[in-house]
C-alpha cells in the first residue's frame, strides 16, 4: 500500500514538473514572439498598432501614469522608430522638401539663389519669385543672409512641413541640438555663428528640432492648430505632445516662459501605455490640411464633391496618390519610404525620378482598376488620346479663381494683407481682376473660397496637351553681364523701400511715377517712365543698404523680358508652356467634371471652329504693357506650340508623306509629259482630219461597249468621289490647326460634325461600290472577261513605247490597242489602288476599336500612318482624276468638249474601230482561251 501510495506521488511530482517545464517554456516562447513583435511586426502588416509606450528623444520611458519622466515632450522618432524604419521612411519627399537633391541644370542657370529643388532651398511655394530665399551654408556677413534653416520653421513654412529632413538635420547631415549644444563647434544660442545660413541668429538647443511626426498624418484627430502654435512659440519639439492631443503644453521659447508639459492621463492605460486612432491611410481631410489653400491660389481647386467626379464617387486621395503596397508603381510599391505616387508638374522637380508614379486616369477608365467605368471614347481619333491628355477635355473650366499674374513690384494697398511684407505681391486671377489673395487667405476658409469661373489655359507639356495656370510675373531682378539667370534681392528690402517712401515721400521720390494706369485701384509698372523710375529706386535702396552692386545692374522682369531700363530689354528663354522663365506653371488635374459636360460633348466643333476656345482663346502674353497698362494677349494655339501649317512628323508617318509626295510627284509629272505630247499630237491629227472626223461624227451606228453595270458602277463611283471630295475640302481645314481661315472652313455650315457626316456617307458608297465591283468580276462572264483582259501585259508597254515614237514622229501610225489601251489600264488599277488605300486607311480612323482587336499593337504611330496614306493618297486621286482621267474622256481634241459615254455606254462603231481596232480579235482570243 506504501509503495503504491510513493509511486502515485512520485507520479504526481513527474506531472507537476511536466506542467512546470511547460509552462516556463511556453512563457519563454511567448516572450520571444513578443520580442520579435517589437523587433518586426508594424503597423503596416498587422493592421493595427497595438497599444505602445512613449519615449522620449534620448530613448527613455515616459510613463505619466507612474510618473516616470513626465515632464518631457515624447519623440516620434523614438517612439515610432521602435517598430518603423524612421531614417528610411522619411527619405520621403513630403520630409526632404528637396534638401537631399540637386537643382536641375535649368534651375542652376536660371536662378541664382536656389540651392535645391523643393521649397527648402528652391522657388519656393509662390507661384513667382521675390518670396524669400534660403540662404547659402556659408556666408560672409549678414547681408547675404535671408532666410536661415531655422527661419524655414518660423516663416510658417514648418506648419505643413512634417517634420525631419530640413527641420531636424543641417546641410551637412547633423542634427540642429546636438551640434549646437557641442563646445566643440563653439556655437551660440542666437549669436552669428560665423554667418552659417544653418545657425545664423538660430535657437536650436532651446527650440529642440522637429522630427516627423507620424500621427500628424495617421491620426485623423490630429490638431494642427495647436501645433503650428508650437511652432510660433518656438515650442519645436513639444509639438508632437501638443498637435497629437497627448499632453498639454505651456510656456514659450519665443517669450522666455519655461515650457511645461502635461499629459492628458485618460490617454493612457495603467501599464502607462497609449492605444490612438491610427489608421494607415491618411485622410481626405489630413492631405486638404496643408494642400487646400496652396491649391486654390495655384490650380483654382477647393476639393469638393460638387465639383470633382472623383471625391464625389467616395474616392480618397491616396486611391490615386498610392503608397507602400497600394502604391500603383513598382517604384514606389512595398516600400517603407512613405513616398507618395505624384504626376509630373512643369514647375515641380523634386523627385523628378518619381514622376508620374501617380495612378493615373488610363489606369482606370481603359485598364479597369477599381472598378472604375471604361472609358471607350470611339468616336474620336486615336491620336487625340496620344496628343491629349484627358483632363483637357474633362477639366473644361474651373470655378474657382487662381493667381494667374503675381507682381511683385509694388506696393499693395488691399486690406487685411498679413504679414506685412506680403504687401509687395500683388494677384490678378484668371480674367486678370486684381485679387486680394493675401487678404482672403487672412479672412477665409477653404470652405468660404468665392466663384470666380474661367477656362483654362492650354499648353503643350511633354508631348501632350495639358490645361494649366501658366503664371505671369513682374519683379525686380540682379542682372550681371556675361552670366546666365538672374538673382533677386531680398523681398523684406523692397518692402522697407515702399514703406520708406509711404511714410515719407522725398524718399525714393521716382516712385511717385507708379501709377494705377487701368483703374483697379492698384498701381503697376507698365510705362517706360515706370521702369525707369522703379529701376532707379531700387538700384538706390539697395546701395543704401550696402549691398555690392559690383558689375551687376538692377534690372524689371516682365516675363521673358529683362528691361535695363524703361527703353531696352533683353529677352530670356524659356519653354512654350511657360509664360515666363521665372514663374511657375501648374497643370490642373483635380476639379474633373462629368462626361456629360466634358469638352467634345457637343461635337467636334467644341474645338475645331474659328468660334471656339480652344485654339483661338485670347491668353494674356504680358500682363500690362503700354499707357492704359492693358495686357497684351496672344492666341492659345501659339502656347500650344502651333502655328497654323501641318504637322511634321519624325516617326513612320514622316516617311509615308515623303513616300506619298514622291509619288505623287513622279506620276502625275509622267502623265502631264504624256497628256502633252498626246494633246500635241492629236491637235495635228484633228486638223489634217478635220472633215473626216466631221463626216465620222455623223454616223448614228453605235455599239454597246459598256453593260448597265459598268455605267452604274462608274455613275456611284462618281457619286462617292464628288461626296468625298467636296467633304474632304472642308475637312481638310483640320490640318492646320491654329489657322483662322482652316477654323472658318471646318466651320462651315454644319461644320466639322456635319461634313464627317457628310464624308462617311461618301465612304460608306465607295465601300459598296468597291463590293459590287468585286462581285460583279467575279461572277459575271464579261465582268471575268472585262478583269482578265484589263490586267497589264507585255504588249502594254510595247503600245507606250511605239506611242510614244508616235507622238515624236519616229513611228507614222498609232499603236493598234485591243478593248483596253494601257491608258485605260492604268487610269482602272489606279483608281484600284487609290479605293484599296483610301478604304483600309479610312476604316482604320473611323473604327479604330476594331482595328486594336484585330491588331492589339496598333499604337498611336500607326493611326498617324493611315491619316498620312489617306490624305495623300486623297490628293494624288483627285489630281489623277482631275488631269489624267479628265483629259482623256473629255478634253482631248477629238473629243472636247466632251462625251456623254459615261452616261449610256455607248460608242460609234467608227470611233470604237479607231480606238480599238484589235478589240474583237482580242475577245475572240479570250473566248477560245476559255
Known amino acids: ?24 517554456t511556453g512563457k519563454s516562447g511567448n516572450e520571444t514572439v513578443n520580442n520579435n513583435f517589437k523587433k518586426s511586426e508594424t503597423a503596416s502588416n498587422t493592421g493595427v498598432c497595438p497599444p505602445f509606450n512613449l519615449y522620449d528623444e534620448d530613448g527613455n520611458k515616459i510613463d505619466p501614469v507612474n510618473n516616470i519622466n513626465s515632464d518631457v515632450p515624447y519623440s516620434p522618432k523614438q517612439t515610432c522608430g521602435k517598430c518603423h524604419d524612421y531614417d528610411k521612411i522619411t527619405k520621403g519627399f513630403h520630409f526632404q522638401q ?5 537643382p536641375t541644370e535649368i534651375m542652376s542657370k536660371r536662378y541664382k539663389w536656389v540651392t535645391s529643388p523643393g521649397n527648402y532651398g528652391g522657388n519656393w511655394c509662390s507661384p513667382a519669385p521675390l518670396y524669400r530665399y534660403l540662404a547659402k551654408k556659408n556666408n560672409s556677413n549678414a547681408k547675404e543672409i535671408d532666410m536661415t534653416s531655422f527661419e524655414f520653421v518660423t516663416a510658417t513654412c514648418g506648419y505643413c512641413h512634417p517634420g525631419s529632413g530640413p527641420l531636424e538635420f543641417d546641410r551637412d547631415g547633423i542634427r540642429y541640438d546636438k551640434k549646437i549644444k557641442d563646445t566643440v563647434n563653439k556655437l551660440i544660442s542666437g549669436a552669428d555663428n560665423g554667418f552659417d545660413g544653418d545657425y545664423f541668429k538660430a535657437r536650436w538647443d532651446e527650440t529642440g528640432v522637429i522630427e516627423a511626426d507620424c500621427m500628424l498624418c495617421h491620426l485623423p484627430e490630429y490638431d494642427y492648430k495647436h501645433r503650428n502654435a508650437m511652432l510660433d512659440s518656438l515650442n519645436f519639439k513639444w509639438a508632437a505632445t501638443e498637435g497629437s492631443g497627448l499632453g498639454k503644453i505651456d510656456g514659450s521659447i519665443k517669450s522666455k516662459i519655461p515650457v511645461k508639459v502635461t499629459y492628458d492621463l485618460s490617454k493612457f492605460d495603467k501599464e502607462g501605455k497609449v492605444s490612438m486612432h491610427l489608421v494607415r491611410e491618411p485622410r481626405n481631410e489630413t492631405c486638404l490640411n496643408c494642400h487646400s489653400k496652396p491649391n486654390w491660389k495655384k490650380r483654382g481647386t477647393d476639393f469638393s464633391p460638387r465639383r470633382d467626379v472623383h471625391l464625389a464617387a467616395g474616392m480618397k486621395c491616396v486611391d490615386c496618390h498610392g503608397a507602400g503596397e497600394n502604391a500603383p508603381s513598382e517604384l514606389i510599391r512595398g516600400k517603407e519610404e512613405h513616398q507618395f505616387g505624384k504626376g509630373d508638374d512643369p514647375s515641380g522637380n523634386v523627385r523628378n525620378d518619381l514622376d508620374n508614379t501617380v495612378r493615373t486616369c488610363e489606369n ?4 479597369g482598376q477599381r472598378n472604375a467605368p471604361i472609358a471607350k471614347h470611339s468616336w474620336l481619333p486615336p491620336f487625340h488620346l496620344d496628343k491629349i491628355a484627358c483632363v483637357t477635355c474633362h477639366i473644361p473650366t474651373k470655378t474657382l479663381k487662381s493667381a494667374l499674374v503675381q507682381v511683385s513690384d509694388v506696393y499693395n494697398t488691399g486690406p487685411k494683407i498679413s504679414p506685412p511684407p506680403k504687401r509687395i505681391w500683388t494677384f490678378y486671377d484668371p480674367n486678370m481682376n486684381y485679387w486680394n489673395h493675401y487678404g482672403e487667405l487672412n479672412m477665409f476658409t477653404a470652405k468660404d473660397i468665392p466663384y470666380n469661373e474661367f477656362k483654362p489655359t492650354l499648353a503643350r507639356y511633354n508631348g501632350k496637351i495639358y490645361p494649366v495656370n501658366s503664371v505671369n510675373s513682374a519683379w525686380p531682378g540682379i542682372y550681371k553681364e556675361g552670366e546666365e539667370g538672374l538673382d533677386q534681392p531680398k523681398m523684406k528690402d523692397i518692402y522697407q523701400m515702399w514703406t520708406l517712401n509711404r511714410e515719407d515721400s522725398t524718399k525714393y521720390s521716382l516712385l511717385s511715377v507708379i501709377k494705377d494706369d487701368n483703374g483697379d485701384r492698384i498701381p503697376e509698372v507698365n510705362t517706360p517712365a515706370e521702369i525707369d523710375a522703379f529701376i532707379k529706386s531700387v538700384t538706390e535702396h539697395l546701395k543704401n543698404l550696402g549691398y555690392d552692386l559690383n558689375g551687376k545692374e538692377v534690372v524689371w522682369v516682365n516675363n521673358d523680358r529683362v528691361y535695363k531700363n524703361g527703353q531696352e530689354f533683353f529677352t530670356m528663354e524659356k519653354f512654350e508652356y511657360e509664360s515666363s522663365p521665372y514663374a511657375s506653371v501648374y497643370k490642373f488635374s483635380h476639379n474633373v467634371t462629368s462626361s456629360n459636360s466634358a469638352l467634345g460633348i457637343n461635337g467636334c466643333t467644341d474645338c475645331h471652329s474659328d468660334k471656339s476656345d480652344f485654339f483661338f482663346a485670347d491668353v494674356v502674353k504680358y500682363p500690362f ?3 492704359k497698362g492693358e495686357p497684351v494677349l496672344e492666341k492659345q494655339f501659339n502656347k500650344m506650340g502651333y502655328d497654323g501649317t501641318p504637322k511634321v512628323y519624325s516617326n513612320a508617318a514622316r516617311y509615308t508623306g ?4 514622291w509619288l505623287a510627284v513622279i506620276v502625275l509629272f509622267t502623265l502631264f509629259i504624256h497628256i502633252i505630247l498626246d494633246f500635241t499630237t492629236r491637235l495635228k491629227l484633228r486638223r489634217i482630219k478635220k472633215n473626216e472626223i466631221k463626216e465620222e461624227s455623223l454616223i448614228e451606228n453605235t455599239i454597246q461597249r459598256f453593260n448597265i453595270h459598268y455605267v452604274v458602277q462608274h455613275f456611284l463611283i462618281m457619286i462617292s468621289v464628288i ?8 475637312l481638310w481645314g483640320l490640318r492646320y490647326s491654329g489657322a483662322v481661315w482652316a477654323a472658318s472652313l471646318t466651320d462651315t455650315l454644319g461644320g466639322v460634325d456635319f461634313w464627317r457626316i457628310v464624308h462617311r456617307i461618301g465612304a ?14 467575279l461572277l459575271h462572264p464579261e465582268g471575268r472577261r472585262d478583269f482578265i483582259l484589263m490586267l497589264p501585259g507585255k504588249k502594254d508597254f510595247k503600245d507606250l513605247i511605239h506611242n510614244l515614237l508616235w ?7 498609232a499603236p493598234k490597242f485591243g478593248r483596253f489601251s494601257y491608258f485605260e489600264k492604268f487610269d482602272y488599277w489606279a483608281v484600284f489602288w487609290g479605293c484599296v488605300i483610301m478604304i483600309v486607311s479610312g476604316l482604320a480612323m473611323w473604327l479604330p476599336e476594331i482595328v486594336k482587336l484585330i491588331i492589339p499593337s496598333a499604337s498611336p504611330v500607326f493611326f498617324e500612318v493611315m491619316k498620312e496614306a489617306h490624305s495623300h493618297e486623297a490628293i494624288l486621286a483627285l489630281l489623277a482624276i482631275l488631269i489624267w482621267h479628265m483629259y482623256n474622256v473629255h478634253l482631248r481634241p477629238d473629243r472636247f468638249p466632251g462625251t456623254l459615254f459615261w452616261m449610256h455606254g455607248k460608242l460609234s462603231k467608227r470611233e470604237n474601230e479607231i480606238e480599238h481596232p484589235l478589240e474583237k480579235e482580242e475577245i475572240l482570243k479570250f473566248k477560245n482561251n476559255t
Do not use: N, P
Request: a positive charge; charged letters at 20%.
Open 1 to 24: 500500500m506504501k509503495t503504491l501510495k510513493s509511486k502515485i506521488l512520485i507520479l504526481s511530482v513527474l506531472i507537476i514538473l511536466v506542467f512546470l517545464i511547460v509552462m516556463l
Open 98 to 102: 528637396g534638401k537631399d537633391e540637386k
Open 364 to 367: 482606370c477608365h481603359i485598364e
Open 625 to 627: 504693357e503700354g499707357s
Open 658 to 661: 515623303i513616300f506619298f509626295t
Open 723 to 730: 461626296i468625298l471630295i467636296l467633304s474632304a475640302v472642308f
Open 764 to 777: 460608306v458608297l465607295l465601300i459598296f461600290i468597291s463590293f459590287y465591283h468585286i462581285i460583279y468580276s
Open 807 to 813: 507622238f515624236t514622229g519616229k513611228r507614222k501610225e
